[in-house]
């Protein structure tokens, strides 16, 4: 986070050292292989380029090659995630939700219940 300045730009950086720590901590691959519960991992993943596009068209050939390549970036990431999760447990369900919100819980309410529900009824 970064204060607001009273002529509305952008001021000095806010937030404590020890949260970007925490989430550089979290970006370390994990083992996984001690799972032994079932899993229902939910992924807010951006929505596609030309669906991004659509709604925010690119001013000019480098922003959108700029874009599109931050794009292969973060699903690249995902993807590792995802993939170092099914590895530990092949039978791990992994849904992603195309542009969901960190706080998916709360933005993207109706989806997450339906996975629960789904992944709930897959329970013996």
Known sequence: MYEIKLDGSVGKYRTP?????????????????GINIPVLALFAVPRSMMEQWQ?????????????ARLYEIEMEFIHRWESTLKHADPVARVVELPGAHHYMFQNEEPDVLREIRTFLRTLH
Request: charged letters at 45%; zero cysteines.
């Open 55 to 67: 709604e925010s068209p690119p001013k000019d050939e480098e922003e959108r090659i700029d874009s």
């Open 17 to 33: 050292t020890y949260v970007a720590h925490a989430i550089d901590d979290g970006s370390i691959r994990k083992d996984y292989s």
